[in-house]
């Protein structure tokens, strides 16, 4: 009988760390994919308007550049790739939500060097062509990953006013631009006046050998 009750703690503390475990696999990346890069020669830093894109449209044709984008609605620039099932979900679950993201306008930028006939059928695959408040298309040039130094997709800079108002690296939850379709999102950081502090790293001295002292 003492036997069974040790075992039964024991799978019991064992559940309970499995489950503190889960929530800190979830709360741990959801900080970190909310800091903006600490690169301070970040182009993104120095300009903190639109960003000069460059999209071919699903048509082939048709140029999208940053002129086109809107000046008196929220913007969500969005980098991704239609191979990345991170993004495949996004998409899923923004048009079950279309409702309560109608007040955003969302640029979809696919990677330059994504092939072009994935592109057009993510774009058809979503129904992305029904919306009047969403553009996608590929980049013609490889700006947006040095621009702002994106490392993995999906990334979402959100602009206000023409004005970079919030950024998510590799996470883009639903429930946040949900918020900022309400105006109820408040950043974790001030882009007018939020300044990185450049990594130095310091050349290190060459250590000196010791001359041994030669025995007389």
């Known amino acids: 009988m003492v036997k069974s009750k040790k075992i039964y703690a024991f799978v019991a503390n064992k559940n309970i760390m499995k489950k503190i475990l889960s929530i800190l696999f979830y709360l741990i990346p959801a900080t970190a994919f909310l800091q903006p890069s600490t690169d301070a020669t970040a182009p993104y830093y120095q300009n903190l ?87 996608l298309g590929k980049e013609i040039d490889y700006y947006l990953p040095l621009f702002y130094r994106i490392e993995n997709t999906p990334y979402a800079a959100v602009y206000k006013n023409g004005k970079l108002f919030a950024e998510f690296r590799n996470s883009l939850s639903l429930e946040n631009l949900i918020a900022i379709n309400y105006n109820t999102y408040k950043p974790i950081i001030d882009y007018s006046v939020y300044k990185p502090q450049p990594v130095v790293i310091e050349p290190q001295k060459p250590v000196k050998k010791k001359k041994k002292k030669r025995s007389r």
């Open 49 to 135: 308007g639109y960003p000069n894109i460059k999209l071919r449209l699903p048509d082939s044709t048709t140029i999208y550049t940053k002129e086109n984008l809107p000046k008196d609605k929220t913007v969500v620039i969005i980098f991704f790739s239609p191979e990345c099932e991170h993004c495949q979900a996004e998409a899923t679950a923004m048009i079950e939500k279309k409702d309560s993201l109608q007040n955003l306008f969302m640029a979809w930028n696919a990677n330059m060097v994504d092939d072009f006939s994935h592109v057009k059928e993510f774009y058809y695959k979503y129904g992305f062509d029904k919306f009047s408040n969403i553009v």
